[in-house]
């Protein structure tokens, strides 16, 4: 949970101090369009490698660098006075946070075999808390000292101070040498796997749903009518409203099964949200920002499913690369078509419509995802 705590705190971040990080910088509008795109590239890009790394290093060692990695780019990066040095040791921390996002659901699957929706609900939920916190707590700190460089920079600390309780595991862990680190499959062989296309496909279209709401659901409906402060509100509602429902998801799944009903209300959920928004943004804002909130518990499902469709931990770190890497390549479409097709048709009516058709996806590729196999069984 610490850890899931850190892997979002380097996005939630700088949004809320962007203006001042701008003048202070010189950042222009473009090189700002990078610093705000370069999350969605690093988890892909990333992740991508986390498998190789865990095979060198270990799980548990590959943890305890993660968050070295990722303090060094958040401790660092308040530091610089130009923007290229300062996106440069974003790409840092984020490289930090892509391959800790990877080797969640293998932590899960190697320390916790028989509790992993329970594990899962939980980081799950620290993942969205600190993405909250990240959102909530910047501008206080730095109003607090005077300075935006100390709000970001104090991310650092939280970094830090989660890798104390990973080090004697890892220390552990290194002693203990090669012979038992997790090995799971290569990036190629899972390219050969439809459960490894379906987990990746679910993974990016819940990220690219997650990601247009992180990036255009207030303008929705401030251009609506709705006043900004409470647009703001409602956006902060949809990763709180997300917390208590992730908790419940063990017994949710437990329930269930490896019935795919869940990916469908997720669906269903996530759809009737955007009709809300469609038909009557401001009618009822809270009320389609909750929808929304459920539907993205999606997010801890799939991850939960990583490790309940493989047989080995270095088999769910094998997974978790592949889907991650291939979802958040395809999550990216989700803020930049938005932003595209208002461009294009200057309305939100075509764009929330395509948002609310593509979430009806999750339910039937949900239910390749929730088939009854592992990885390993279908590799073989």
Same mark, same amino acid.
């Given at each position: 949970?610490?850890?899931?705590?850190?892997?979002?705190?380097?996005?939630?971040?700088?949004?809320?101090?962007?203006?001042?990080?701008?003048?202070?910088?010189?950042?222009?509008?473009t090189?700002a369009?990078?610093?705000?795109?370069?999350?969605?590239?690093?988890?892909?890009?990333?992740? @991508?490698t986390?498998?190789?790394?865990? /095979?060198?290093?270990? #799980?548990? *060692?590959? +943890?305890?660098?993660? !968050?070295?990695? =990722?303090?060094?780019g958040?401790?660092?990066?308040?530091?610089?006075?130009?923007?290229?040095?300062?996106?440069?040791?974003?790409?840092?921390?984020?490289?930090?946070?892509?391959?800790?996002?990877?080797?969640?659901?293998?932590?899960?699957?190697?320390?916790?075999?028989?509790?992993?929706?329970?594990?899962?609900?939980?980081?799950?939920a620290?993942?969205?808390?600190?993405?909250?916190?990240?959102?909530?707590?910047?501008?206080?700190?730095?109003?607090?000292f005077?300075?935006?460089?100390i709000?970001?920079?104090?991310?650092?600390?939280?970094?830090?101070?989660?890798?104390?309780?990973?080090?004697?595991?890892?220390?552990?862990?290194?002693r @203990?040498?090669?012979?038992?680190?997790? /090995?799971?499959?290569? #990036?190629? *062989?899972? +390219?050969?796997?439809? !459960?490894?296309? =379906?987990?990746?496909?679910?993974?990016?279209?819940?990220?690219?749903?997650?990601?247009?709401?992180?990036?255009?659901?207030?303008?929705?409906?401030?251009?609506?009518?709705?006043?900004?402060?409470?647009?703001?509100?409602?956006?902060?509602?949809?990763?709180?409203?997300?917390?208590?429902?992730?908790?419940?998801?063990?017994?949710?799944?437990?329930?269930?099964?490896?019935?795919?009903?869940?990916?469908?209300?997720?669906?269903?959920?996530?759809?009737?949200?955007?009709?809300?928004?469609?038909?009557?943004?401001?009618?009822?804002?809270?009320?389609?920002?909750?929808?929304?909130?459920?539907?993205?518990?999606?997010?801890?499902?799939?991850?939960?499913?990583?490790?309940?469709?493989?047989?080995?931990?270095?088999?769910?770190?094998?997974?978790?690369a592949?889907?991650?890497?291939?979802?958040?390549?395809?999550?990216?479409?989700?803020?930049?078509?938005?932003?595209?097709?208002?461009?294009?048709?200057?309305?939100?009516?075509?764009?929330?419509?395509?948002?609310?058709?593509?979430?009806?996806?999750?339910?039937?590729?949900?239910?390749?995802?929730?088939?009854?196999?592992?990885?390993?069984?279908?590799?073989?």
């Amino acid at each position: 949970m610490l850890l899931a705590l850190n892997l979002r705190s380097a996005v939630g971040s700088v949004g809320v101090v962007l203006h001042p990080l701008r003048a202070d910088l010189g950042m222009s509008a473009t090189v700002a369009g990078v610093l705000t795109t370069l999350p969605v590239l690093c988890f892909a890009l990333f992740g @991508a490698t986390t498998a190789r790394v865990v /095979r060198t290093l270990g #799980l548990d *060692r590959t +943890a305890a660098a993660l !968050l070295v990695v =990722a303090g060094v780019g958040l401790a660092l990066r308040p530091l610089v006075d130009s923007s290229a040095a300062f996106l440069a040791l974003t790409v840092v921390a984020l490289a930090g946070c892509a391959i800790g996002n990877v080797v969640l659901p293998a932590l899960a699957k190697e320390h916790f075999p028989d509790r992993l929706p329970l594990i899962s609900s939980l980081y799950g939920a620290a993942l969205m808390g600190g993405a909250t916190l990240g959102s909530v707590l910047t501008v206080p700190i730095a109003d607090t000292f005077g300075d935006w460089r100390i709000g970001l920079g104090a991310w650092a600390v939280l970094a830090f101070a989660a890798l104390i309780p990973w080090l004697p595991t890892a220390i552990r862990e290194g002693r @203990a040498g090669r012979l038992d680190r997790p /090995r799971g499959p290569t #990036l190629l *062989r899972l +390219a050969r796997s439809r !459960l490894a296309w =379906a987990c990746g496909i679910f993974f990016g279209l819940q990220s690219a749903q997650a990601y247009a709401q992180f990036g255009w659901f207030p303008a929705i409906l401030t251009d609506a009518g709705l006043e900004s402060g409470q647009a703001g509100l409602a956006q902060g509602l949809i990763p709180a409203v997300g917390i208590p429902v992730t908790l419940l998801l063990p017994t949710l799944i437990r329930r269930t099964g490896d019935r795919p009903i869940l990916p469908w209300v997720f669906a269903l959920v996530t759809s009737a949200g955007w009709l809300g928004v469609f038909l009557a943004p401001t009618a009822a804002p809270w009320l389609w920002a909750s929808l929304l909130g459920i539907g993205g518990c999606a997010f801890t499902w799939v991850l939960t499913m990583f490790g309940r469709r493989t047989a080995t931990a270095g088999g769910t770190a094998g997974l978790s690369a592949f889907a991650q890497s291939v979802g958040y390549l395809v999550a990216g479409l989700g803020p930049f078509g938005t932003g595209l097709l208002h461009d294009l048709t200057g309305s939100w009516d075509a764009p929330v419509l395509v948002l609310m058709c593509a979430a009806l996806l999750l339910g039937p590729v949900g239910m390749l995802v929730a088939r009854d196999r592992t990885l390993e069984d279908e590799l073989d």
